[in-house]
Structures are given as C-alpha cells and as structure tokens.
C-alpha cells in the first residue's frame, strides 16, 4: 500500500535551473497539495488542488508552478530556482478538501546553490 | 487571518515525563484543530483531532481538548515513551474546500 510517493528524494540544483517535483496517490484521492518546511517556520501551503482539474494559490506561490495531470498525480515545478527554494517540499493527499485527514509522502530534500 | 501558535521548542524529557504542547488558535467561525506527528525522515501523520468545544481528541495516550474560551488545544500525554520523540505540529482547518494551516512545530526529545 504505497500511499502518496514523492520523486526525488533529494535534488541539488544550480541558481536558475529548473526542475519539476513528482507526486502520485493510489487512493482515489480527489485533493491534493504541496506544502514546504523550512526550519522555525513549520509547514506553509504552496499550491492546493481541490479536485481533478483545479488550482489554487496558497500561503507561498510566487516561483512556482503546479500542474493537476490527472487524478493521481500533481507535480511542483520551479521554473528558475532560487536559494531561497531550497526546503522540504511534501506532497499529501486527502479523500476531500473538507476532510482534513492528511495523508503525507516521505518529502524532497531540495537544496539550490 | 487564521493562525495557529505553538509553543517554542525543543522540549527535552525524560522517559515517563508528563507531556504538555500547548496550541492556541484564532480563527472564524468552528474551526476543526488537529495534532500531527512527523517522526525523523518522514512526512507528517494525523495523530488526532477534534471537531467541536469540548471534545477530546486521543491516540496511543496523547490527549487534547477543544477549549474555545480560551483558543486552546494543548497535548498532554501522562508518560512519555523515547519512541515519542518526534515533531509535533498543531493544525486547524478554514471553511471547506481549503488546506489546513498548520503552526510551526515543536521538537520533542525523550531520553531513557
């Protein structure tokens, strides 16, 4: 039961590379979100997807990007990253966006120099 | 806007230690409050929740209670184990059809 599976698990890149961040659900999920975890400023949202179809904007978008490719998946991408970018992204799912059950993959480690 | 606040961390027990994370929340309306669980190297896990004043939240012996009087939703465990280190966040819910916000973690550490 794999639950929510993120790639990579860690990345380093350069200032102005991009890259894209995989996330995948095998429970008929219909939300999905990206949040990010930086020391002393626990989890804040990026992007949300409320269902298949839709986006929207969280705490922090600015710098990145989030595509909704079908029901399972919903990937993050940084289209020129920035030290700043650089963090524990997570991905989680949950049965609806009204229920606040979260479940968490295991987080990419992206540090950018 | 909705917020949660968490106490500063780390705290640092000792096995069989009484636990207490305090939470205290503003928000519109009811919200929901949750706690989460993120052990080392791994995503966050819900360990428990409450959905209106006056509930109590429990598993594996952690404990919190919806107190809206006073905002509050602390964790309280009687004996902590050293399997129970881990980060502990507090969390609340917005109207339906958003993500949760969540405060920004306290570590806890539990030595034998």
């Known amino acids: 039961n794999a639950g929510v599976t993120q790639t990579p698990k860690f990345q380093v890149l350069k200032t102005g590379q991009s890259m894209t961040l995989q996330c995948a659900q095998d429970?008929?999920?219909?939300?999905m979100y990206w949040y990010r975890q930086d020391p002393g400023m626990g989890l804040r949202l990026i992007y949300y997807?409320?269902?298949?179809?839709?986006?929207d904007k969280g705490e922090v978008p600015n710098g990145y990007n989030v595509s909704r490719l079908n029901k399972r998946e919903f990937s993050l991408r940084l289209e020129s990253a920035a030290p700043s970018q650089t963090s524990v992204y997570f991905c989680?799912?949950?049965?609806?966006?009204?229920?606040?059950?979260?479940?968490f993959g295991s987080g990419t480690q992206l540090s950018v120099l | 806007g909705d917020s949660v606040t968490q106490m500063e961390g780390p705290v640092t027990l000792s096995e069989e230690a009484f636990l207490t994370i305090n939470c205290t929340y503003t928000?519109?309306?009811?919200?929901?409050l949750f706690w989460y669980v993120q052990y080392p190297g791994e995503g966050l896990q819900l360990l428990l929740k409450?959905?209106?004043?006056?509930d109590k939240g429990s598993n594996k012996g952690f404990e919190a209670t919806y107190r809206k009087e006073t905002t509050s939703f602390h964790l309280e465990k009687g004996s902590v184990q050293v399997s129970d280190s881990a980060v502990y966040f507090c969390?609340?819910?917005?109207?339906?059809?958003?993500?949760?916000?969540f405060g920004k973690g306290t570590t806890l550490s539990v030595s034998s």
């Open positions: 989680a799912s949950s049965q609806f966006a009204t229920n606040e059950k979260l479940f």
């Open positions: 409450a959905t209106k004043a006056d």
């Open positions: 997807s409320a269902s298949e179809g839709t986006t």
């Open positions: 429970m008929n999920h219909n939300s």
């Open positions: 928000a519109t309306g009811y919200p929901s």
């Open positions: 969390a609340l819910s917005r109207q339906a059809g958003t993500a949760l916000i």
